[in-house]
Each structure stands twice: as structure tokens, then as C-alpha cells.
């Protein structure tokens, strides 16, 4: 057997640490001490109403509000890049606390210098009515987001009222729900009431869910994915290019046509034109990309609200994922509230009957409205609430520039 030099063999030893160390970091499966601190779940969304005669009343104070600061000069900004955390004092901290307490975020009192516990608080205050992670503690998107001119929330508090206002009259039917694509979440509504919220899944920056009003009409239980053109022309058939067994793994199968007789992948050329002529259809189940349930809401823009096999998403604070349709936390929950008691379907027997392989369509007592709508401002008990303009519709407010729609995922194909 070869013999190494013991020195060698510590080097080589230190190396092989390191590269394991860095390939585990990568992956997840660092130790504890060696791993990144754990994120913080975002909150659960809020059961006040985003759209009320209460909502714009608080939206208009709010505009009065910030345009009082921007007459009195505006806030201060924090210098090139920076990390402020508890402990720290420098001056920094002192331009820190005078934002935040013309914000509301801080009372007045404490060290001026100083990053105490108050400001940490503030800090974290802040960062959740702004959709961001609250660990209190300021770099990065946080100090960008600080950085934002008066001015600029001015007019997104303006445009967001407007929006409201244009809102109000599309939401007198009893029962209805608003999907947030700006907050990544849901809120159903009955008497003026919310009954029920969830989080969701909305379009990547390329693939922006619309700003829509329509009618779920049934709810789909172990639907079947119908690949559309533009997805299977983007995604799926580059996919398969790069990967010959994919189709296979995805349980998608490949027809002639809508309707038509099913095509042997192996004997496509799948670099010829004559692969974007196919039609692909993705069997039901659990690996499905629409999940165990779909909400059938016919509308020009071709897009829905399902389940997702892809959960862990819902863990993210900034949640623009899919291709434009939008992905259910709380389904089950939604679907009961949708059906309203039809039939005696609950969540476990909805639960059930997807557990049990039962394909079925269930239509609800009435057509129920639903509105993606797009709020990157709203106001709820006096707390003025902010969210990335990650559609870029604010005409030219803030961005925070986190291109979260370019992290890797599991599934190349998705809606």
C-alpha cells in the first residue's frame, strides 16, 4: 500500500473537513453550530380585511401622515451598506432610531448611540409590516427598504388607494375571496368578515399572476395537469432535451392532440419542430403540479388556485414562484368554506376521498367571486403594511431588488 507522509495526510485530512463542511453547507446538513441560523417562519396572514370603507378611511390618514414627514424634509438615510445589530453604537444607530420613530416603529428615549433591546423590537416592528424577515436586524433588503424616500411611499400609498377604491364596488357579493399577489396570501370573506386566510404561491417577475376577477365554479379533486403550450414550449420539452427520462419521472404522458391517441416519448424527435406540436397531460396524484385539488375559475388569463406537491415554499416570506397561477396553502380549509356544506364535504372527507384515490368534480351551492388583486400598501388597525412592487406596477416605487423567482427548484414544470 502506498504510504503518505503524516503531515500530508493531516493537510489532505483539513482539505477533505473542508470540502465536506462547505458540500454540507450547501446542502443543509451542516452541524449546528457550523450551520446558517434558522429562519423565521412568516407570520400567518392577517384576518383583517386588506379592501373596507374602514381600510381606505385608515389609508387616507395614513397619506396625510407620510406627507407630513416629507414636508418636514423626509427621513434620514442609512450610508453605503451596512449591519447594524443589537449591541452595536455608532452613529448609524442614531440615524436608525430617528427614522423609526418618525415611522412610529419607536417611542422616544434610550441612548441615541445605542442598539438596545427597544430598537431591536422596532427593528423587527418594522421589518414585518414591510413582508420581510423580522430578526431585527438591519442589512441588505431591511436597509434598502429604510432607504426608501418619503416620497416614493407617498405614492404607493396613493396608487394602493386607488386600487381600493376601484376594488370596492366588484366586492358587494356575499361571499367572495381576495388573493394578494403582492403579500402572497388569501383571505376569504363572508358579511364583510374574514373567515379564512392562507398563504399562496404567486407568479415568478417573468411570469406575473394577473390582476383578475372571476367565479370559482368546482372544485377538482385529483385533476389531472394539462401542460399549456407556452410551459411546455419555455420548460417542459427543454427539459426533456436535457434529460430523456423526465417525462417518465414527472408521470407526464404525450398525445397527438386534445383528445387525441398517445404518443411513445421514445419516438419523438424531441429536438425537431414537430415536439412543440404535441400536447401534454400530467397523471393525477400526489406528484402532480397542481397537487390533490384544483379550484376551476374559468377566466381569459388561464389561471387558478391549486394545491402543491412543492410545501415548503410556503416557509419563504417572499413567495413569487410559480408561472402565474397561484399555489394554496390551507386547500382543504378553502375547499370546505368554497362548497359551504354541499354534500357533507368537510376537510377530512375531502382528505378522505383524495386519500382513497376518488376523482371527482364538486361544484359549490353558488358560484363563489374571487379577485387576485395586487396591494403593495394597505393599512390594518393603524399599521401602515408595505410590500415589494415585485411586479414592477407601482410605476417606479420601491423595488427591493430580491430576485427570489431565480432560486433553484425541485420541478423544472410547474403553473
Same mark, same amino acid.
Given at each position: ?8 495526510l ?6 477533505a ?45 395614513a ?56 430598537l ?26 429604510l ?5 416614493t ?71 389531472? *395537469?394539462?401542460?399549456?403550450?407556452s ?39 424531441? *429536438? ?9 397531460r ?28 412543492m ?66 400598501? *394597505? ?37
Amino acid at each position: 500500500m502506498r504510504q503518505i507522509h503524516s503531515r500530508n495526510l493531516g493537510k489532505a485530512r483539513i482539505g477533505a473537513a473542508a470540502i465536506l463542511a462547505a458540500c454540507a453547507l450547501a446542502l443543509g446538513l451542516a452541524a449546528p453550530a457550523e450551520a446558517q441560523r434558522q429562519r423565521i417562519p412568516p407570520p400567518e396572514p392577517s384576518s383583517i380585511a386588506w379592501i373596507s370603507p374602514a381600510g381606505m378611511a385608515e389609508m387616507s390618514n395614513a397619506i396625510a401622515s407620510y406627507r407630513s414627514i416629507a414636508q418636514a424634509g423626509g427621513w434620514p438615510a442609512l450610508p453605503g451598506r451596512v449591519t447594524l445589530k443589537l449591541g452595536d453604537s455608532d452613529a448609524n444607530v442614531a440615524t436608525l432610531r430617528r427614522q423609526l420613530q418618525m415611522t412610529g416603529d419607536l417611542r422616544s428615549g434610550g441612548n441615541s448611540y445605542v442598539f438596545d433591546d427597544a430598537l431591536e423590537a422596532a427593528v423587527k416592528r418594522y421589518q414585518l409590516r414591510n413582508g420581510v424577515e423580522p430578526n431585527g436586524i438591519v442589512y441588505g433588503i431591511t436597509q434598502r427598504i429604510l432607504n426608501v424616500p418619503v416620497e416614493t411611499r407617498v405614492r404607493q400609498l396613493e396608487l394602493n388607494l386607488g386600487r381600493m377604491q376601484q376594488l370596492m364596488p366588484k366586492l358587494s357579493a356575499p361571499r367572495f375571496v381576495l388573493m394578494n399577489s403582492a403579500s402572497f396570501e388569501l383571505q376569504a370573506i363572508a358579511g364583510g368578515r374574514v373567515e379564512l386566510t392562507s398563504r399562496t404561491v404567486a407568479g415568478k417577475r417573468a411570469t406575473p399572476t394577473p390582476t383578475i376577477s372571476a367565479s370559482i365554479q368546482a372544485v377538482n379533486l385529483l385533476p389531472y *395537469w394539462h401542460v399549456p403550450q407556452s410551459i411546455a414550449r419555455a420548460a417542459l420539452i427543454p427539459a426533456v432535451r436535457k434529460d430523456p427520462a423526465y417525462l417518465y419521472k414527472e408521470h407526464i404522458r404525450v398525445f397527438s392532440s386534445f383528445g387525441g391517441e398517445e404518443i411513445d416519448p421514445a419516438l419523438v424527435n424531441w *429536438w425537431g419542430p414537430e415536439a412543440e406540436r404535441y400536447v401534454f397531460r400530467q397523471d393525477f396524484g400526489p406528484h402532480n403540479a397542481l397537487g390533490t385539488m384544483r379550484f376551476d375559475m374559468p377566466n381569459k388569463e388561464i389561471v387558478y388556485m391549486h394545491d402543491t406537491p412543492m410545501k415548503t415554499l410556503f416557509d419563504q416570506h417572499e413567495r413569487a414562484f410559480s408561472a402565474g397561477c397561484v399555489r394554496v396553502k390551507n386547500y382543504l380549509a378553502l375547499a370546505e368554506w368554497v362548497l359551504a356544506g354541499q354534500n357533507g364535504w368537510t376537510q377530512d372527507a375531502l382528505a378522505s376521498a383524495i386519500a382513497g384515490g376518488q376523482r371527482a368534480t364538486l361544484k359549490p351551492p353558488a358560484a363563489v367571486p374571487v379577485h387576485f388583486v395586487y396591494l403593495t400598501a *394597505w393599512s390594518e388597525n393603524g399599521v401602515v403594511q408595505f410590500r415589494n412592487d415585485l411586479y414592477n406596477r407601482d410605476e417606479g416605487a420601491f423595488d427591493g431588488g430580491e430576485q427570489v423567482s431565480s432560486a433553484p427548484m425541485t420541478m423544472s414544470v410547474a403553473p
